[in-house]
């Protein structure tokens, strides 16, 4: 493995042979549909009954180790696929509105999405944890391979051996190919992340086109002007409102920003935060129409755990409505090339103490003092919200440190800017 620090490269360059090819907006995908649609569980118990009804579900979680104590780790994939769950081409018009190309080869099964939503017990501020697409991980059975491979790999290797043992039919292969994509996924980012995975879900490519459909828009923030020919973001700076066809190009775009794939994954994030407070603060889901066509999407386009109670969680995810999460990038150490291929490079010693970190529960604000004056609380109050904004700035911040040291949208803001 060949190393080298150019954090750039992902900004210009995708992971084979350095050549300019279409950028992937797949990715996004999990993290804005799966969980703007089960924080729209709130809304009401129709909304309960009709995301139940029909949403298809898998057995892929197993029984691997599970959260105690109440908390949740919801692990979100985004699958940049040009197939539908069927595993048939997507339709060549809807190829079109989406700008994606028309081979359903291209993407393949990669999971370019791959967030992990840390829900507390008892509700209060989520946090999620994004996982750059190209970490340079052990995939179980196939050694060193970028993590977003773990569910093609894995996919590709199971239809061969049921082809080996004569089935022929196009659906079971499909279906139970991507049952074995979906644990070696999950196994992959259990141990990477050294954390348990308590319940998933998994969006294909069409479904952001529904979303941003539904949704009427989103507002956004830039720090800067930009332009780019390959995704067609062209964007003034400051805060904005996209329509869909311009959110697709705000989430896709990865050429002419600092750090590439890094900064794509905080517009992945930003995009989230808006959706979510639009649920929250639009009255979007109480017109029938639409909160139908966001169901749809979800039926359409979503895959869950078969151990998901929507139900009983809702409490607690319908919080997320209100931008009631804290977003953070995973750091990487530094870029290099791997098998003809550019990779980034991790320690899952640090990668864990890290997540490990962040999840850690809060700790309680000690009681103040029976007679401390008003002037004292203040002050006290101030150093923490001090102490908050430095912990944002080299923990969460977008642009807060180097290009290649992650960062995120730490506060749960939905008006950050971002590069």
């Not at 004569?166 to 196994?187: K, M, Q, Y």
């Not at 479904?207 to 956004?220: P, Q």
């Not at 090339?337 to 529960?361: C, F, G, M, Q, W």
Request: net charge neutral; hydrophobic share 35%.
């Amino acid at each position: 493995m060949s190393q080298g620090h150019h954090p750039a490269r992902t900004a210009a360059h995708g992971s084979s042979g350095g050549r300019p090819r279409r950028t992937r907006w797949g990715r996004v995908l999990a993290a804005t549909v799966a969980t703007a649609l089960v924080a729209a569980a709130g809304a009401g118990f129709w909304v309960y009954r009709e995301l139940g009804d029909g949403l298809r579900t898998s057995e892929a979680l197993g029984s691997g180790a599970k959260s105690s104590g109440g908390e949740q780790n919801i692990l979100l994939m985004g699958l940049d696929s040009r197939k539908d769950l069927q595993g048939d081409p997507l339709p060549k018009d809807l190829l079109d509105k989406l700008h994606a190309g028309a081979s359903s080869d291209v993407g393949g099964y990669n999971t370019n999405t791959l967030i992990l939503l840390h829900v507390p017990a008892g509700g209060g501020r989520a946090t999620g944890i994004s996982v750059p697409r190209d970490d340079l991980v052990d995939v179980p059975g196939f050694g060193k391979r970028k993590i977003k491979e773990a569910y093609g790999l894995a996919k590709a290797r199971e239809e061969e051996a049921l082809t080996r043992r004569g089935v022929t039919d196009h659906a079971e292969l499909e279906s139970r190919g991507r049952e074995a994509g979906r644990r070696t996924e999950i196994a992959t980012v259990r141990s990477f992340l050294g954390v348990p995975v308590d319940h998933f879900a998994e969006i294909n490519l069409a479904g952001f086109y529904d979303l941003a459909d539904a949704l009427g828009g989103v507002d956004v923030c830039l720090k800067h002007a930009t332009k780019d020919e390959y995704s067609g973001a062209d964007f003034h700076a400051g805060h904005q409102t996209l329509d869909a066809q311009q959110a697709l190009a705000f989430v896709r775009q990865r050429h002419h920003l600092p750090a590439g794939d890094l900064d794509r994954t905080r517009r992945q994030q930003a995009f989230l935060l808006s959706a979510l407070h639009k649920l929250e603060h639009s009255g979007l889901l109480d017109g029938i129409g639409r909160a139908h066509a966001l169901l749809g999407a979800a039926k359409r386009d979503i895959v869950v755990d078969d151990g998901w109670g929507l139900l009983p969680m809702a409490n607690e995810l319908k919080e997320l409505a209100g931008g009631n999460v804290a977003f953070h990038t995973l750091p990487v150490d530094g870029f290099a090339t791997y098998h003809r291929e550019s990779v980034n490079v991790v320690d899952p010693a640090k990668i864990r103490k890290e997540v490990a970190a962040l999840l850690a529960p809060a700790a309680e604000p000690s009681p103040a003092p029976a007679n401390s004056s008003r002037k004292d609380r203040k002050d006290r109050k101030d150093r923490k919200d001090r102490k908050d904004r430095k912990d944002q700035k080299e923990h969460g911040a977008p642009g807060g440190g180097d290009d290649h040291k992650g960062g995120g949208l730490g506060d749960g803001d939905a008006t950050a800017c971002v590069d």
